[in-house]
């Protein structure tokens, strides 16, 4: 099983600052990777697939990069919305997420 | 739109069996692959099962021999038969297609294992 292992586990961050989020694959998943974020009480949503293409509809300032076992989502000027819990999963062999970075306003 | 919609949820003793439900409008569940995803209380995201559009399933380790994940055709619905149940499967249950990355997801509906 590919372990995926998020950090930091909580990232407190000020409205219009920069959120770096990082994900780490225990092997390789080439480009086989997306990110979703998830509100209390609500499902998940995809925000990023193949490490980089933001899914329909989700603003610029997400931004993912990386490949191989290194990842990094980037939320370029935090808006009040995207205070939240954001997951990584690979999808190269099975489906496997990391446990979440919480992003908690400063 | 493409939408999905849990239901079948509830409170169950240890050792009892549940089936969950996942409505589909908007595309056909045959055509695609669609798993359930877990969360417990407070906890990440857990992939449980996959039926794939050839009819064929696969599931995690933790619930293999006591799910079922099957799909009704006619009313393009997604069932997830729950079987042997533990306190460790209290969790959200979500339903979702992909085959790659999840998307859209259901609502969810939460299963309580208790006595």
């Known amino acids: 099983e590919i372990v995926m292992t998020q950090s930091p586990a909580t990232l407190s961050v000020s409205p219009g600052e920069r959120a770096t989020l990082s994900c780490r694959a225990s092997?390789?998943?080439?480009?086989?990777l997306a990110w979703y974020q998830q509100k209390p009480g609500q499902a998940p949503r995809l925000l990023i697939y193949?490490?980089?293409t933001r899914a329909t509809g989700i603003p610029a300032r997400f931004s993912g990069t990386g490949s191989g076992t290194e990842f990094t989502l980037t939320i370029s000027s935090l808006q009040s919305e995207d205070f939240a819990v954001y997951y990584c999963?690979?999808?190269?062999?099975?489906?496997?997420f990391g446990q979440g970075t919480k992003v908690e306003i400063k | 739109e493409v939408q999905l919609v849990e239901s079948g949820g509830g409170l169950v003793q240890p050792g009892g069996s549940l089936r969950l439900s996942c409505a589909a409008s908007?595309?056909?569940?045959?055509?695609?692959?669609m798993s359930w995803v877990r969360q417990a209380p407070g906890k990440g995201l857990e992939w449980v099962s996959v039926?794939?559009?050839?009819?064929?399933?696969s599931y995690a380790d933790s619930v293999k021999g006591r799910f079922t994940i099957s799909r009704d055709n006619s009313k393009n619905t997604l069932y997830l038969q729950m079987n042997s149940l533990r306190a460790e499967d209290t969790a959200v249950y979500y339903c979702?297609?992909?085959?790659?990355?999840?998307?859209?997801w259901g609502q969810g509906t939460l299963v309580t294992v208790s006595s």
């Open positions: 092997q390789s998943v080439s480009s086989n």
């Open positions: 039926i794939y559009s050839g009819g064929s399933t």
């Open positions: 999963q690979q999808y190269n062999n099975w489906w496997t």
């Open positions: 908007g595309f056909t569940v045959s055509s695609n692959y």
């Open positions: 979702a297609t992909h085959p790659n990355w999840f998307d859209p």
């Open positions: 193949g490490a980089s």
